[in-house]
């Protein structure tokens, strides 16, 4: 699929800690959520070793080109190529944009974590496909995340992106579930550029049936909110 036609409206984020993931086995939580309608996935494993993340990824893979729908690697360039998968999503820390897409291509899909119009600027800028901003609520998925940008500082990012036109998707991500999912894509938007996505990790991951969460939030992602 060329890359400007990725669907991010509902982007899955895997986990595989017991705390989120359980005894469950990845694959089928992915695979299960792709019956309910994910339409991206990204590899996030920031615990396993680099033979676990190619051999887990290339599993992955194969399930996500059955449904057609991209698989992108959470900080590891080089498993990316390893995994042949469709590209890659960073965070400020991590190896940098120009590198990443140097080494990678121009066909593959990067997206780049931000949490202010700088750094929504430079990754866009520097060429990444799509932002993930966040992080919109504190969530215990991410302990470490410096900044904690609620509904209005995802709001101020995406009205800069519709003043300046840039050519870049976003998807937000952060303590997004079924409860607030309508009102975050509704009040963000506002006068700027709506949303092209939510990105979510425990709402699909740790949920008992993944498949039927993973239809509710698509649908309230593509439903206009009873408020609205
Ligand atoms: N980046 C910012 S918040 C987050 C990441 C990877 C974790 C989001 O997890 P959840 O469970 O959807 O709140
Ligand atoms: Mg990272």
Redesign the pocket.
Known sequence: MPKHEVDYSLYL?T?STPA?LGDADICSVVEAALKGGVTCVQY?DKTSDTGVLVSTGRKLHEITKKYKIPLLINDRIDVALAVGCEGVHIGQDDLDLPTARKILGEDAIVGV?VSNIAEAEAATKGGADYL?I??V?A????EN?KSIIGVEGLQEILLKIAAENWPVKTVC?????ASNVSRVVWQSSGKGKSLDGV?????I??AKDPEAASKELLQLVKSPPAFA
Do not use: E, Q
């Open positions: 984020v986990d989120i996030r974590t993930g966040g992080t609520f969530t215990s998925t991410k995340t991500i952060g303590g997004i579930n990105a979510v990790v425990s709402a991951m740790a």
